[in-house]
Every structure is written in C-alpha cells, then in structure tokens.
C-alpha cells in the first residue's frame, strides 16, 4: 500500500547553518530567495518522509521527525496542530507559487501548538493525508506537480522539496 516511494523518495533538511536551503516567506505569499542561515533554528534537524497511497486517486501522506541536537532543551510553537503540510506546484516553474496548499485543512485545528524537546529529543509528526481529488479538484488538470514539505516552526517558513508525483482523477466527459 505503501509502495512507490521511489517516486517521491525521502527528504530531508537540517536547520544547521551554512549550504542549506530554507525557503522563507509566509504560507500564502510567493517564495523569497532562500535563506542560508536559519539562525534560532540551527541545530534542530527536520526529516520527512512523504508516501504515496496507490489507490486511485492517489493520496500523499507523510511524517516529520524533529531532532533537538542542541545540548539545551527547545520549544518550537507552531500556528495550528498541523505542524506539517505539503504544497503542490505546477511543474512548469521552479520558483512559481504554489497551485495548492494544504493551509486551511479541515484536518487542522487552527490553535497554536508547542512541540518540547529535551537535549537529543525527537517528536514525530504526521502531514496529513491528502486526496488527488482535493488537490485537483475543479482548478487544476490531471499531471506532474511539485511536492514540498512545509513547517511554521517559530514564525519561520522550512520548505523542502519532495519530489514530483502525477495527479489523476476521474472526472465528467473524460476530460
């Protein structure tokens, strides 16, 4: 059920300072330049996961896995229970905006949650499922899109790339 995962691979990304690409901006604006130095982000490690679920539609689900390697404890807050969240992208463009974003779910509860970590800690989180058919719906045709993975740790913006993943739903007339 879980198969695929070449398609969309693995990824991850490490807020630790020099070489990293963090896309910052905020969740309903265009991207902004990368930033190389996360500064009160460094040396916390996001690691995610995404999987398609072969059915059809496809559904993309996922986790994150937050490491504190620092030697002193950290709070991350984040803007609502969803701590994690995918966006999709047209294939087209690389730095285009994205055509979907999963801010807004009715999966998320729109109160803020804090994530504690003590030295060398770890908390999993999901990204919730999602359907092809939420994706697409009536505005975007059946193709290749763009994943990234998106967090909100602190009032800043982590995005990550996750590969590419072709969306298809039934629909009326065959279009």
């Known amino acids: 059920?879980?198969?695929?995962?070449?398609?969309?691979?693995?990824?991850?990304?490490?807020?630790?300072?020099?070489?990293v690409l963090l896309w910052t901006g905020c969740a309903n604006m265009p991207h902004t330049?990368?930033?190389t130095n996360p500064g009160a982000l460094r040396g916390i490690d996001f690691q995610s996961e995404i999987a398609i679920l072969?059915?059809?539609?496809?559904?993309?689900?996922?986790?994150?896995?937050?490491?504190?390697r620092r030697e002193t404890a950290v709070s991350l807050t984040f803007p609502d229970d969803c701590v994690a969240l995918l966006r999709i992208y047209d294939r087209e463009g690389a730095r285009n905006a994205p055509v979907w974003d999963q801010r807004g779910s009715p999966a998320c509860e729109p109160k803020p949650l804090t994530v504690a970590l003590a030295p060398g800690g770890t908390a999993a989180v999901r990204v919730p499922t999602v359907s092809?058919?939420?994706i697409l719906s009536d505005n975007l045709p059946d193709g290749s899109y763009r994943v990234t993975v998106y967090l909100q740790?602190?009032?800043?913006?982590?995005?990550a790339e996750a590969g590419s993943v072709d969306l298809a739903i039934p629909r009326e007339g065959g279009r």
């Open 54 to 68: 072969e059915s059809f539609p496809v559904q993309l689900a996922g986790t994150v896995q937050i490491t504190n």
């Open 1 to 19: 059920m879980l198969g695929a995962m070449g398609a969309m691979g693995a990824m991850g990304i490490r807020a630790l300072g020099a070489g």
């Open 132 to 134: 092809a058919y939420e």
């Open 33 to 35: 330049a990368p930033d």
């Open 153 to 159: 740790p602190n009032g800043n913006v982590i995005e």
